[in-house]
C-alpha cells in the first residue's frame, strides 16, 4: 500500500523483500478467509484499537473500512460481508487480490526485488544482502513495513529492532497479541484435547470476551481467549464463566432443587453443562464446593490456574515496537530523517476481525503519501 500510494505521487518505487516471494504473512492470514475488514461505524471502529487509538485515530479516519472495501473492489475483487459484520472477497483467500494487485502495481512502475535483506544503512545509503552479494542503494525516502515478531517463517522475524535501536529510535518491547492460552493441564484432560468449549465468557483484568475456544495440548486456543491477551500478558488470572446466560443467583437455584446426597456430577449434568465444561470445572476446581452457592461460584468464575499467554512466534499480530514518540506526524523516524514506518512495526494493538489488516493497509497509505511529500518537498529545496 505504501508503494501504490508513492507510486501514484509519480515517483519510481521498488519493493525489496527478503524472502524468495511476497507477502507471505498476508496469504497466511487468507488462509482463514482473509478478513479484510470490520463493517461498523468508523467512531466504533477505532474504539477497537488497545494501544495506540489516539495515534491512529487520524490514519484510521483517513483509511478506514470504506477505504479498505473499494480497494478491494477496485481490483475487482468481490466481496462480502458475514452476519458478524467480518468483510471477506468472495473468493475466501488472499492469492487472487493479490495477484491482482501486484498486477496494478507493475503497471505503475513498481519494481520488486526478492531476497534482498535489509541489514541497515551504509552511510546514507541502504545496505542489502542480496543473492548477488552485498548491495548499497541510494533513496530518496524509505519506508519500512517489516512487520512485528510473529510467524518469522513468513518473513516477519524484527531482527529490525537492533538496527532502529543503534540509530536511536526508540522501542517499546515486542509482546504476542491475539494468541492462544497455555494451560499445565493434566493427564485426566488428555481425552479432551480438540474439544471446542462453547458459549463461555473470558476475563483477564480489564479485558472480557464473549465466544468459545477449542481446548489443545499445550491450552486453549481461540478468538475468545485471543481477545484478552492483553490482561493476560500483563499478568491478570484467566476467570471463565461456563454458563454466561444464567445468573448467580439462577445457577444457585437449580442446584440446590436436587437431594441433599446427590453427587456434584449429577447436578452439572442437571444443569445442562456439557461434559467439556465439566471436565474444565473438575480440573480448575477440586475439591468441588458442596453448597450450591460454592459450585455456582465456580461455575460463573472458574480460575484456570496457570493460564498464560503462548509464544511469540505463535501468535496471530505482536504489540510493541516503534513508538509514538520516535516518529512525527507523517510516520517519519526523528531520528533518521526520511525514513519512515509502517504496519505492525508500529507500538499498536488490536484484535482479530479485520482490524490488523486495516491498520496495516492504513499506515502503509499514511507512510506512503507522507514519504512521497518528502521527497517532493527535498526536490524543490
Known sequence: ????????AGLPVVIADHKPSLAR??????????????????????????????WLDPVLTAFGPQQVKAFAEGLE???????????FPMAMKASPL???????????GVETRTRWRWMGWSGDKLLFDTPDGSQEVDSAATI??????????????????????????????IQPSNVAATVPWSQHMRKHFGTPIKAIGLKAGDY??????????????????????????????LLIDLAPDLSHAEIAERLARGKPSESASNKLRKLGLPKIKQALLQECARPLPRTPEGLAEKIKTLEVTGAKTGPLDGAISTAGGVTQSAVNDGLMLNARPGTFVAGEMLDWDA?????????????????GKAAAEWVQVSRKL
Not at 500500500?1 to 501514484?8: H, L, Q, S, V, W
Not at 498476508?26 to 482473509?34: D, T, V, W
Not at 479484510?36 to 487509538?53: N, S, V
Open 351 to 367: 484484535p482479530t476481525g479485520g482490524y490488523l489488516i486495516t491498520a496495516c493497509l492504513a499506515t502503509g497509505a499514511w507512510a
Open 144 to 173: 519500512l513495513a517489516l512487520g512485528g515478531g510473529s510467524w518469522a517463517r513468513l518473513g516477519s522475524d524484527a531482527t529490525w529492532q537492533s538496527i532502529l535501536a543503534d540509530v536511536g529510535v526508540d522501542l517499546a518491547p
Open 77 to 87: 475483487q468481490e466481496i462480502f460481508t458475514g452476519t458478524s459484520g467480518r468483510v
Open 98 to 108: 493479490l495477484r491482482a494487485w501486484l498486477r496494478r502495481l507493475s503497471h505503475k
Open 208 to 237: 472480557r470476551s464473549r465466544g468459545e475456544v477449542v481446548l489443545t495440548k499445550n491450552g486453549l486456543e481461540g478468538g475468545g481467549v485471543y481477545s484478552i491477551t492483553p490482561g493476560l500478558r500483563a499478568g491478570a488470572r
Open 25 to 54: 504473512k498476508f496469504l497466511m492470514a487468507g488462509k482463514s478467509g482473509l478478513n479484510l475488514t470490520m463493517d461498523e461505524p468508523d467512531a466504533q471502529f477505532r474504539q477497537r484499537y488497545i494501544k495506540g487509538r489516539d
Open 1 to 8: 500500500m505504501a508503494a501504490e500510494k508513492a507510486a501514484d
